[in-house]
């Protein structure tokens, strides 16, 4: 029992590395759960510890490959298991046209021990999940796939019938994308058997979304954060409805407090607040759109866009070497947040005769033709890298922004480290304006909470 404990702790330990909280409470709820449960049934106790640990559906793509490392379906290798590619592939199609998730199971097993192998040294990983699969090639079974389960009866539909066999079509990668990830957990296994359960899931376990580095994440996770706009921005909202609050009472009047103190002896009894009126602040994007930096950008107008309402108002400006305004094209993108970026690249002038990055020209052409749009009660926000591919930064544009706007914050997805190497003019204009390392969604939606102004 003491080894399942450590499990249950070493479980929860990996899964709040990963950003999930979890509290003394539900690490005793799991346990009770183990014990009820037992360990005959893996796929019970998955579930059951997912449904006391977990807060959501979003955070099963960490816990399902920590589960994996922490209570695994095997431990060592296969003994003799001597299948060559081929019989492995013909294997692999017959447990694939019946769904045997259990011969799916015990076949990756096999494929990586007999195909992932590398390295001979006690010290190496060993194994490779991407080396199996690539030797394997799981995905060009789809034909023949098809092709047994038609001759089982089972299409749905015959010969002929296009629908039915996009439907076959879709159920057949789903069986064959379930094959991967058992491959990747099998290996993952392996390799912690060797280097620790806690290094491989700490370091080789993807993180959830909202951890992911903007400038590599991919298009399914750029998809999820789209998705979590909208929860993101109604806990934002609600924050910056109580620093509101709290802002309207006022600070205290010194003058006021000692001569109302008079009457009571000089002991200021009841302290007199200035009173604020509350006025809704302007907020204005200046968005680079170019490259890996999109990614970032497009989620932060989202977001913004999401909170329109904190603000009295809210302009969006995109560049890439020219700048244009796109205020009224992310409004239009609420229905449609994936086809955000698509619009913005069709619709709005980005670039003049050359498709890089040009933070001076871009800068230059808001402070001369959108000048108007800065004022004293409004707050710039500037979204980049701040690389310049070598041309002039335009510092003296910024200068005047910052010159108009009550507050000019610059948010950079690269890291700090890095600020200033190769055509980084991260330096530069972190002189002029205040400038903050924001490389995920995470600390996007730290600093929009303390930064965006009440």
């Not at 069986?175 to 280097?195: D, P, Q, Y």
């Not at 800068?363 to 979204?383: K, M, N, S």
């Not at 108009?404 to 997805?413: I, K």
Request: proline share 4%.
């Amino acid at each position: 029992m003491t080894e399942v404990a450590e499990r249950i702790t070493g479980l929860v330990g990996a899964l709040r590395g990963h950003g999930v909280r979890i509290g003394t409470g539900e690490t005793v709820d799991a346990a009770r759960a183990v014990e009820a449960l037992g360990l005959a049934d893996r796929e019970l106790l998955r579930e059951g510890l997912a449904a006391t640990l977990l807060h959501g559906p979003g955070q099963r793509a960490v816990f399902d490959p920590v589960f994996d490392l922490y209570f695994p379906r095997a431990v060592g290798g296969l003994d003799g298991s001597g299948s060559d590619r081929e019989e492995l592939r013909d294997r692999l199609a017959e447990a694939l046209a019946a769904d045997d998730q259990a011969m799916m199971a015990q076949l990756a097993a096999e494929a990586v021990d007999g195909l992932g192998g590398y390295g001979s040294s006690p010290g190496a990983d060993g194994f490779s999940a991407y080396q199996t699969l690539e030797r394997l090639r799981p995905q060009t079974l789809l034909a023949r796939v098809r092709a047994d389960v038609r001759g089982r009866g089972g299409s749905g539909g015959g010969n002929g019938d296009g629908f039915a066999d996009r439907l076959l079509d879709d159920e057949i990668r789903r069986r064959i994308e379930r094959f991967r990830r058992m491959v990747g957990a099998e290996a993952r296994r392996r390799v912690a058997e060797r280097r620790g359960r806690e290094e491989i899931a700490r370091r080789g376990v993807l993180p959830t979304a909202d951890r992911v580095d903007f400038l590599f994440a991919g298009r399914d996770q750029l998809t999820e954060l789209r998705r979590a706009v909208q929860p993101l921005a109604r806990k934002l909202a609600t924050r910056l409805a109580a620093r509101r609050r709290r802002a309207a009472r006022g600070t205290v009047d010194l003058r006021r407090t000692l001569r109302s103190s008079l009457s009571t002896g000089g002991v200021p009894m009841r302290p007199v607040l200035r009173r604020r009126r509350p006025v809704r602040p302007e907020l204005v994007l200046l968005c680079d759109v170019s490259g890996s930096v999109s990614g970032f950008s497009d989620f932060t107008m989202l977001l913004v866009q999401a909170l329109h309402d904190q603000f009295s108002k809210v302009r969006v400006f995109a560049f890439v070497n020219r700048l244009d305004e796109v205020t009224g094209l992310l409004d239009h993108g609420r229905a449609d947040p994936d086809g955000l970026s698509a619009r913005i690249r069709a619709e709005a002038t980005l670039t003049g005769w050359h498709g890089s990055s040009d933070y001076g020209v871009a800068l230059g052409e808001f402070a001369e033709r959108y000048g108007d749009a800065v004022g004293p009660r409004t707050t710039v926000f500037v979204l980049g890298d701040a690389r310049t591919n070598m041309s002039d930064p335009n510092l003296p544009a910024v200068r005047e922004v910052a010159r108009r706007a009550r507050r000019v914050y610059w948010l950079n997805p690269e890291p700090r480290g890095q600020w200033g190497t190769g055509d980084s003019a991260a330096p530069a204009y972190a002189e002029l304006v205040e400038m903050h390392e924001c490389r995920t969604a995470r600390q996007l939606s730290a600093l929009i909470a303390r930064l965006l102004p009440v």
